[in-house]
Nanobody, 114 residues
Framework: QVQLAESGGGLVQAGGSLRLSCAAS?????MGWFRQAPGKERSFVAL???????VYADSVRGRFTISNDNAKNTVYLQMNSLKPEDTAVYSC???????????WGQGTQVTVSS
């Protein structure tokens, strides 16, 4: 079972930037970021394939950038122009062979103040 560990969350003012990291214990073909705001369901943020193809949610496209370092089995989420509505717990996940998200990190809190 692949284990995932996120880091890089914190408190930032609106308009600021944060970079999240997710280190995996093994190789994964597809990695993704999700977020869950208080009182809301978890939602998709972005995903990236091992060869670097990326998909973004409409709410973050143009502001967030997902990238990976295959040598380190690490995925990053660069978040720019942050808004208070980006406040959430951000979790990374691995997509397994069946196409489901079958491994999750513990999550990291991102808080954007207005």
């Amino acid at each position: 079972q692949v284990q995932l560990a996120e880091s890089g969350g914190g408190l930032v003012q609106a308009g600021g930037s944060l970079r999240l990291s997710c280190a995996a214990s093994g190789r994964s073909a597809v990695m993704g970021w999700f977020r869950q705001a208080p009182g809301k369901e978890r939602s998709f943020v972005a995903l990236i394939t091992r060869i670097g193809s990326a998909v973004y949610a409409d709410s973050v496209r143009g502001r967030f950038t997902i990238s990976n370092d295959n040598a380190k089995n690490t995925v990053y989420l660069q978040m720019n122009s942050l808004k208070p509505e980006d406040t959430a717990v951000y979790s990374c996940a691995r997509q397994g062979a069946a196409g489901t998200w079958d491994a999750w990190g513990q999550g990291t809190q991102v808080t954007v103040s207005s």
